[in-house]
């Protein structure tokens, strides 16, 4: 069963970055999708940012577009989500996640790992 642990989440002022990590352990299949979602309270949970396995192809929701980088190392089974130019509506709780990719596009339905979440506050 694979397990995902984040790391990089924490409190930083508008305008700032900070680097979200996930690292998987146990087997996982190489051309699974990887990424990112937030959620604030009440709110439902949004895709924030996909890697494709297959291609890596990336995929990001359009408020955050040309701020966010997502990127992977595979020999180490890590994904990463790069922040830059943070504002406070950027404050949520992030999960990365793993699951199988669709042909056409990245995430599907199905999400078949989660990590366990890491707050990111855009305060100042």
């Known amino acids: 069963q694979v397990q995902l642990v984040e790391s990089g989440g924490g409190l930083v002022q508008p305008g700032g970055s900070l680097r979200l990590s996930c690292a998987a352990s146990g087997f996982m299949a190489d051309n699974f999708a990887r990424g990112w979602f937030r959620q604030v309270p009440g709110k439902e949970r949004e895709e924030v940012s996909c890697i494709r396995g297959s291609d890596d192809n990336t995929y990001y929701t359009d408020s955050v577009k040309g701020r966010f980088t997502i990127s992977r190392d595979k020999a180490n089974n890590t994904w990463y989500l790069q922040m830059n130019s943070l504002n406070p509506e950027d404050t949520a709780v992030y999960y990365c996640?793993?699951?199988?990719?669709?042909?056409?596009?990245?995430?599907?339905?199905?999400?078949?790992?989660w990590g366990q979440g890491t707050l990111v506050t855009v305060s100042s």
């Open positions: 996640a793993a699951g199988p990719s669709l042909v056409h596009g990245c995430f599907g339905r199905y999400i078949a790992s």
